[in-house]
């Protein structure tokens, strides 16, 4: 089954946060998979630009490693490249046979770059098919709430990807924002207040528009 969107028309548009993440279904290296199958989890959604390549093959060992901290959070990981089934499969054997690391998260076969440009990861004006570094937040709704991209040189943080996902989490959990450089157990953020009265009653705290809140062990 080769990669099919249900979602056309969202081929035409840049992707924003906020947007609902085009559905797909296509092959991967774990069996046929549609995008909505993980609706009711988060999903990390990330592209690279093509298989036995050094910096994707450091990538993919560092994010199998993290895979039960992810899953700790309750979040999926799903990879897409325009290198075929076939690539991908000889792809993870060689990175056990090489590295004694076990890929355990779907691969996606998207040779005819549907899924790459719908989600913009392979520009128009590209010269070749190679995807870029990008990464998409799907929250358990289907919709996209954080991206980042990084060129074919640059590898991504394991880290900085669990740290967003545990952000938006804490967000959604409770009426807060995070920080500069947050991470879970840190201090968050309160809203400042929005309406004048409101604000006029809080005007003997100097600090009313950046006020920290602790966390608690529970969050």
């Not at 954080?146 to 996902?165: D, H, I, K």
Request: charged share 20%.
């Amino acid at each position: 089954m080769s990669a099919a969107l249900f979602q056309p028309e969202t081929a035409a548009r840049v992707l924003h946060i906020g947007d609902p993440a085009p559905n797909f279904e296509a092959r991967t290296t774990m069996g046929p998979i549609s995008l909505a199958d993980f609706r009711g989890r988060w999903l990390v959604l990330f592209s690279h630009p093509a298989d036995f390549t050094p910096v994707c093959t450091s990538e993919f060992i560092a994010l199998a490693k993290a895979s039960d901290r992810f899953e700790a959070l309750r979040c999926s990981l799903l990879a897409v490249s325009v290198d075929s089934l076939y690539a991908h499969l000889a792809w993870v054997r060689a990175i056990r046979d090489g590295f004694g690391v076990t890929i355990n998260f779907p691969i996606v076969e998207d040779t005819s770059v549907i899924i790459g440009r719908a989600y913009g990861m392979v520009a128009d004006h590209a010269p070749d098919a190679a995807a870029m570094r990008s990464t998409y937040f799907i929250d358990p709704a289907g919709y996209i709430r954080a991206m980042t991209c990084y060129p074919a040189t640059v590898g991504r943080s394991v880290e900085e990807m669990l740290r967003v996902l545990a952000a938006l989490q804490a967000v959604d959990a409770d009426d807060v924002v995070t920080p500069e450089g947050w991470r879970p157990g840190d201090a968050v953020l309160l809203p400042p207040d929005q309406d004048q009265a409101a604000l006029l009653g809080s005007s003997d705290d100097p600090m009313w528009f950046c006020r920290l809140k602790p966390q608690t062990p529970e969050g």
